[in-house]
């Protein structure tokens, strides 16, 4: 489906989109006199317009046979304070027509504004999202942005909207940290870095060898998920969760390249783990350690999880505390 630049001359084509569009992701987001005079105030003729005519804006539409389908506004070179020294872009808006949810569009255009944005010089693009707009937040995990801050975004004079900032780097940003679902060639990468440290502390236990040798029967087939970490083309990290109940996961096979840790790629990994969780709004996340792993587990307490009885019959002999997180 072909992506062009938005003129003024689409801003009447746009103003029916951008109305069902927002209210589909937000229009239960506060009360209706609120979300009407939003609406009433942004989405007519002549702001749209405007706002395609500003110089930092640049927008993008999808057009299907002439019916625009999605677009886009990404502001180039716009600051960020969780992001300092760096060159990004905000990728203000991008929303879809409902009709065409399900068919790629918001992917191709999260691509073709990802490559105007290399163009432009920028090591990565940042975005706000509501915190309970879920299939956008699914969306942007999913493609790999990573949640580094909290804002607020205001409705009206007396309404405010929780946000998370999240950011995807580049290929351009040399300290950039991706998180990716687990694919089959991951699997040797899976084992040796949960190998390395279950060696350095403890002994490999023949479930480990079950597990870590079969991650796709053991963990994804059941209904877990594992995720990857990486920096300049190389593996550094993992975690899993594996399904315990529907809404209830296990936290597992965190591990870290040696090299690498006490960087903060520990407080990287989880920080992903817990939004995919409230993303996709489980109940609760449990895990098994060893109070040996001081750092683990003061990484663990820092955010939010607290310990719980531990069962007499666990299924790792090196477990000696279980900790849970609930989500809200």
């Not at 995990?141 to 950011?167: C, E």
């Not at 998180?179 to 899976?190: H, I, K, L, T, V």
Request: aromatic residues 12%; glycine residues 6%.
């Amino acid at each position: 489906m072909p992506i062009i630049p938005a003129q003024r001359k689409h801003s009447a084509a746009l103003v029916p989109l951008a109305k069902a569009s927002f209210l589909h992701a937000h229009g239960h987001s506060a009360a209706p006199s609120i979300i009407e005079d939003f609406v009433a105030r942004n989405y007519q003729e002549t702001a749209l317009g405007d706002s395609i005519e500003l110089d930092k804006n640049t927008y993008f539409i999808s057009v299907d046979q002439e019916r625009i389908s999605g677009y886009s506004n990404l502001v180039v070179d716009q600051p960020n304070t969780y992001l300092p020294e760096k060159k990004v872009a905000l990728l203000d808006r991008l929303y879809l027509d409902p009709e065409f949810f399900g068919q790629g569009i918001a992917h191709d255009l999260l691509e073709h504004n990802k490559q105007y944005a290399l163009d432009q010089g920028c090591v990565g693009i940042w975005l706000n999202v509501w915190t309970e707009n879920y299939r956008a937040l699914r969306f942007y995990l999913k493609n790999g942005f990573q949640n580094i801050g909290d804002t607020a975004y205001r409705l009206s004079p007396t309404h405010v909207n929780p946000n998370y900032v999240m950011y995807l780097p580049l290929e351009t940003d040399p300290d950039q940290i991706k998180m990716r679902p687990y694919q089959p060639g991951d699997a040797s990468a899976f084992k040796s870095l949960n190998i390395e440290w279950l060696e350095s502390y403890f002994q490999v236990e023949p479930i480990d060898h079950q597990v870590l040798g079969n991650p796709t029967t053991e963990i994804i087939q059941p209904g877990g998920y594992i995720f990857m970490a990486e920096r300049q083309g190389k593996t550094i990290g993992t975690y899993a969760f594996i399904k315990k109940n529907d809404g209830v996961y296990e936290f597992s096979k965190m591990a870290i390249d040696p090299t690498l840790r006490g960087m903060g790629f520990g407080q990287f990994m989880l920080d992903h783990a817990l939004t995919w969780a409230k993303v996709h709004r489980w109940s609760k996340i449990l895990l098994y350690s060893n109070t040996k792993l001081e750092n683990a587990i003061h990484l663990y307490r820092k955010n939010g999880f607290v310990e719980i009885p531990l069962e007499k019959e666990v299924i790792y002999s090196r477990g000696n505390i279980k900790m849970e997180y609930s989500i809200h």
